[in-house]
């Protein structure tokens, strides 16, 4: 599989981003972190011809980045820029950017995705930095996340519901907290990555400059032999 990075825009003011699946990876059988918000269900809407919408929710995949869960990636470890399956990044008329995981699923699909989930998901909460700079939990839960495991579909960088199942190796206390963790780290380590590739480029690019030119050989005047 070729390696895939970045999707174009999908308008002039909003980009997709998307995990790098390294190439010749396959994208089945991946361990899947999967967030599922209370206020981003979707109800059936009637519409102006009378028919109804398809209701559903948006919901959040990201390739695991707990250590104890591998991605599935078949080049470990892989530090990821993005996580999420699909980021979206929109430039608002203020110029701030603001940024959307979820992608939309039918109720249908919901139910092969909760029951994928099943008893080992745990509760969402909101968190905030205190005043020593720690990351902390505040409120009431606000939605379930769990670890799942299923092939994702590249054309839609959505998850192939039938293929869901529950993920059957040990999970962290806190899902939420040691996703976050690893999302910190991945980024960090790919940030990195890409500043070293930016300078190893930009050195091999001042060494040519500063090379000699070669010398161009001078013709031959002797006349082959075909002897």
Same mark, same amino acid.
């Given at each position: 599989m070729a390696?895939?990075?970045?999707?174009?825009?999908?308008?002039?003011?909003?980009?997709?981003?998307t995990p790098v699946y390294?190439?010749?990876?396959?994208?089945?059988?991946?361990?899947? $972190? $999967?967030?599922?918000?209370?206020?981003?269900k979707v109800p059936a809407r009637e519409k102006a011809d009378g028919s109804m919408t398809t209701p559903g929710h948006f919901v959040n995949f990201e390739l695991s980045q707990i250590? =104890? $869960?591998? &991605? %599935?990636?078949?080049?470990?470890?892989?530090?990821q820029l993005n996580a &999420?399956? $699909?980021t979206k990044e929109r430039v608002g008329?203020?110029?701030?950017?603001?940024? #959307?995981?979820?992608?939309?699923y039918t109720d249908a699909e919901m139910e092969s995705i909760r029951a994928a989930i099943?008893?080992? %998901? !745990?509760?969402?909460?909101?968190?905030?930095?205190n005043e020593a700079g720690e990351r902390v939990q505040v409120g009431e839960p606000i939605g379930v996340v769990g670890v799942v495991s299923g092939d994702v579909i590249i054309a839609s960088n959505k998850?192939?519901?039938? &293929?869901?199942? %529950?993920?059957? %190796?040990?999970?962290? =206390? #806190?899902? !939420?907290t040691a996703q976050f963790e690893g999302n910190k780290a991945a980024r960090a380590a790919a940030l990195e990555s890409i500043?070293?590739?930016?300078?190893?480029?930009?050195?091999? #690019? #001042?060494k040519s400059a500063e090379a000699p030119a070669a010398e161009a050989p001078e013709a031959s005047t002797d006349e082959p032999s075909f002897a």
């Open positions: 390696e895939k990075t970045e999707a174009a825009k999908t308008d002039n003011k909003t980009k997709v981003r390294p190439r010749g990876c396959t994208t089945k059988n991946l361990n899947l $972190v $999967v967030e599922i918000f209370d206020n981003a250590p =104890e $869960v591998p &991605s %599935g990636l078949t080049k470990e470890p892989y530090p &999420s399956l $699909v008329e203020d110029g701030k950017k603001t940024y #959307s995981t979820g992608q939309f099943g008893d080992k %998901g !745990q509760p969402i909460y909101k968190h905030e930095a998850v192939n519901h039938k &293929s869901l199942r %529950g993920y059957e %190796g040990p999970l962290p =206390e #806190s899902i !939420q500043a070293k590739s930016k300078e190893a480029k930009a050195a091999k #690019s #001042s």
